[in-house]
T-cell receptor, first 114, second 112 residues
Framework: DTGVSQDPRHKITKRGQNVTFRCDPI?????LYWYRQTLGQGPEFLTY????????KSRLLSDRFSAERPKGSFSTLEIQRTEQGDSAMYLC????????????FGPGTRLTVL | SQQGEEDPQALSIQEGENATMNCSYK?????LQWYRQNSGRGLVHLIL?????REKHSGRLRVTLDTSKKSSSLLITASRAADTASYFC????????????FGQGTTLQVKP
């Protein structure tokens, strides 16, 4: 257990539905990241926050994806109008700004879109 | 897109043997990190090597970095069945943007 938690661990939804995932980082970590991982691949960066500010978004993050970190603590990732191609493991990680950017990962949320 | 490639994609060895995995990347980096992922689980940080370092050790792990060749290797000595997992290299690019760019990973199987 790295101290980063994600909820839910698994989500099955029908195409076209909206889903929301939550990530609770290590409490003193001011950076929070979202990655997506498909089977047999390494994680791909989606977006990251420093405190409340969303500092970078990948081109992978289409208009259907939105992420928030309203109070600089937990974060949510919402996918609207899900598509089968959204099926993946969504990983959250946190780190300190200072230091080497060692990131601590949560267990992930596995999304299956039927 | 992925930053780099890992080689081999899959590796199967006997317990007690050494395992070597290689990683290549494309752009200038601030540091390179190795992570382990057990099946269906999150990633666990193993070791970090800065761009101005050439070799680093942590327990049974040895990492090398060659910035001129844009490559790194991870050596696990005296492997154990519990080392069975996927191993990923990840690069933090210069400028401290925060994000990590991962390779495709090496799947290691250690047979007891």
């Amino acid at each position: 257990d790295t101290g980063v938690s994600q909820d839910p661990r698994h989500k099955i939804t029908k195409r076209g539905q909206n889903v929301t995932f939550r990530c609770d980082p290590i409490s003193e970590h001011n950076r929070l990241y979202w990655y997506r991982q498909t089977l047999g691949q390494g994680p791909e960066f989606l977006t990251y926050f420093q405190n409340e500010a969303q500092l970078e978004k990948s081109r992978l993050l289409s208009d259907r994806f939105s992420a928030e970190r309203p109070k600089g603590s937990f974060s949510t990732l919402e996918i609207q109008r899900t598509e089968q191609g959204d099926s993946a493991m969504y990983l959250c990680a946190s780190s300190l700004v200072l230091g080497n950017n060692e990131q601590f990962f949560g267990p992930g949320t596995r999304l299956t879109v039927l | 897109s992925q930053q780099g490639e890992e080689d081999p994609q899959a590796l199967s060895i006997q317990e007690g043997e050494n395992a070597t995995m290689n990683c290549s990347y494309k752009t200038s980096i601030n540091n390179l990190q190795w992570y382990r992922q057990n099946s269906g689980r999150g990633l666990v940080h193993l070791i970090l090597i800065r761009s101005n370092e050439r070799e680093k050790h942590s327990g049974r792990l040895r990492v090398t970095l060659d910035t001129s060749k844009k490559s790194s290797s991870l050596l696990i000595t005296a492997s154990r069945a519990a080392d069975t997992a996927s191993y990923f290299c990840a690069t933090a690019t210069s400028g401290n943007t925060g994000k990590l760019i991962f390779g495709q990973g090496t799947t290691l199987q250690v047979k007891p």
